[in-house]
């Protein structure tokens, strides 16, 4: 494991600003380390005299991190981000993606959107929570791979009233402008694998070809989509029904031999209610009723198999949720929100927290060349976390 790393400057002399620059120098894209930036954040904590949980992943890499602040007898409410960032690579920077640079307004940086930008926030509010006696203690968390589906959060959140304390409540800083997002999308990847029969291309009748049969299966997904937008309108959402997509697809050996192996992956956009076990089956029934027949005519070995590779459910705080109430008081806001996108909100929920997303910046940034935050944005955050100082302390 790396060796803890210094800040630069006291942590009293830390702005959001001078922070995210910190965070951005660390290169905590999805299949690179983040223990270094952990370690990092582990230690500004303790210049405050904030005890922090480190939680190392079994692939030795990886690790979040849970910290608290105020007493540790009650449930609280937890501020929570994701360390890990998307690659840069092939997109067209400006600037060195991992190192901030400001211009007018805005601040450029891998992550500063998505979303160093609220750990940032998250940290430089430090002294601000401390400067009250909490009654309400404010956890501080902070997970990896949500890039990669929302997994890394899960095995902190099984740790939830156990060997860490389970918050009340859960804000989850993912770009929303500083509003209050009550609802999302979640989020289903499925491959399909499809075996025909290999013969010379001059001999068709004696083969069968995989990347027909897939290309089938491929038109009945766009069918299915079309089915459910009638089926399961969803009028809070844009767009307002379950959407697919096929992200990959692999097959065939030679142009002159029926290829006998295609496979593709795709995914679902659910929305709240939405059962993915039921898509499956749905798409199951379809190869077995008309798809599979005329190939196992020509070769009974022939055979579609559809995997579930993740699952991030949708999800919805619920009318008047302890959560969103909170949120919206704390912010000035009478409306909630819902994204297309998916978040760890779903799964704090699941672990039985009231949850929202509400943090700054845009999602049109996310992941773009040149992604940036307003400075501004920073501004807003760090008022809405003075107000949730001022509320847990009573």
């Given at each position: 494991m790396p060796a803890p790393r210094t800040p630069k400057t006291t942590p009293t002399a830390m702005s959001a600003k001078d922070i995210l620059a910190t965070l951005v120098a660390f290169d905590t894209t999805s299949h690179k380390t983040n223990i270094p930036m952990a370690l990092w954040i582990r230690d500004y904590l303790a210049g405050y005299g904030v005890e922090s949980h480190l939680l190392p992943a079994e692939n030795g890499i990886h690790a979040n991190l849970f910290a608290t602040i105020g007493p540790m007898d009650r449930g609280g409410i937890g501020l929570s981000g994701h360390m890990d960032v998307v690659p840069t690579t092939g997109q067209p920077w400006d600037t060195d993606p991992f190192t901030l640079v400001e211009r007018g307004t805005r601040l450029y940086g891998r992550g500063t959107t998505d979303m160093k930008g609220y750990l940032a926030c998250m940290l430089a509010s430090v002294p601000v929570f401390q400067a009250r006696a909490l009654q309400t203690p404010i956890h501080l968390i902070f997970s990896y791979d949500e890039e990669v589906g929302c997994t890394g959060v899960?095995?902190?959140?099984?740790?939830?009233?156990?060997?860490?304390?389970?918050?009340?409540?859960?804000?989850?800083?993912?770009?929303?402008?500083?509003?209050?997002?009550?609802?999302?999308?979640?989020?289903?990847?499925?491959?399909?694998?499809?075996?025909?029969?290999?013969?010379?291309?001059?001999?068709?009748?004696?083969?069968?070809?995989?990347?027909?049969?897939?290309?089938?299966?491929?038109?009945?997904?766009?069918?299915?989509?079309?089915?459910?937008?009638?089926?399961?309108?969803?009028?809070?959402?844009?767009?307002?029904?379950?959407?697919?997509?096929?992200?990959?697809?692999?097959?065939?050996?030679?142009?002159?031999?029926?290829?006998?192996?295609?496979?593709?992956?795709?995914?679902?956009?659910?929305?709240?209610?939405?059962?993915?076990?039921?898509?499956?089956?749905?798409?199951?029934?379809?190869?077995?009723?008309?798809?599979?027949?005329?190939?196992?005519?020509?070769?009974?070995?022939?055979?579609?198999?559809?995997?579930?590779?993740?699952?991030?459910?949708?999800?919805?705080?619920?009318?008047?949720?302890?959560?969103?109430?909170?949120?919206?008081?704390?912010?000035?806001?009478?409306?909630t929100h819902t994204v297309p996108y998916g978040t760890e909100a779903s799964h704090f929920q699941a672990a039985g927290c009231s949850a929202i997303v509400c943090g700054p910046g845009h999602i049109a940034q996310a992941h773009q060349p040149n992604e940036f935050i307003e400075a501004a944005e920073l501004e807003t955050c760090m008022a809405f976390l003075v107000r949730v100082r001022d509320w847990a302390a009573g």
């Amino acid at each position: 494991m790396p060796a803890p790393r210094t800040p630069k400057t006291t942590p009293t002399a830390m702005s959001a600003k001078d922070i995210l620059a910190t965070l951005v120098a660390f290169d905590t894209t999805s299949h690179k380390t983040n223990i270094p930036m952990a370690l990092w954040i582990r230690d500004y904590l303790a210049g405050y005299g904030v005890e922090s949980h480190l939680l190392p992943a079994e692939n030795g890499i990886h690790a979040n991190l849970f910290a608290t602040i105020g007493p540790m007898d009650r449930g609280g409410i937890g501020l929570s981000g994701h360390m890990d960032v998307v690659p840069t690579t092939g997109q067209p920077w400006d600037t060195d993606p991992f190192t901030l640079v400001e211009r007018g307004t805005r601040l450029y940086g891998r992550g500063t959107t998505d979303m160093k930008g609220y750990l940032a926030c998250m940290l430089a509010s430090v002294p601000v929570f401390q400067a009250r006696a909490l009654q309400t203690p404010i956890h501080l968390i902070f997970s990896y791979d949500e890039e990669v589906g929302c997994t890394g959060v899960l095995p902190m959140v099984a740790e939830f009233g156990k060997s860490l304390p389970k918050p009340e409540i859960v804000l989850v800083g993912e770009p929303s402008l500083m509003t209050v997002v009550d609802g999302h999308k979640g989020g289903a990847r499925l491959r399909t694998t499809v075996v025909g029969k290999d013969a010379h291309s001059s001999t068709p009748a004696i083969g069968v070809s995989a990347i027909f049969a897939a290309t089938d299966l491929i038109a009945e997904l766009r069918r299915m989509e079309a089915r459910m937008k009638g089926t399961h309108p969803a009028p809070r959402f844009d767009p307002p029904y379950p959407t697919f997509t096929v992200a990959f697809i692999e097959g065939g050996i030679a142009h002159n031999i029926i290829p006998p192996l295609c496979a593709f992956q795709w995914g679902v956009r659910l929305t709240p209610g939405v059962d993915i076990q039921a898509i499956i089956a749905e798409f199951n029934a379809f190869a077995e009723r008309e798809i599979l027949p005329a190939m196992r005519a020509v070769h009974a070995e022939c055979s579609i198999t559809t995997e579930l590779l993740g699952l991030l459910p949708a999800f919805s705080s619920g009318e008047g949720s302890p959560a969103a109430s909170l949120a919206l008081k704390l912010a000035g806001q009478n409306a909630t929100h819902t994204v297309p996108y998916g978040t760890e909100a779903s799964h704090f929920q699941a672990a039985g927290c009231s949850a929202i997303v509400c943090g700054p910046g845009h999602i049109a940034q996310a992941h773009q060349p040149n992604e940036f935050i307003e400075a501004a944005e920073l501004e807003t955050c760090m008022a809405f976390l003075v107000r949730v100082r001022d509320w847990a302390a009573g």
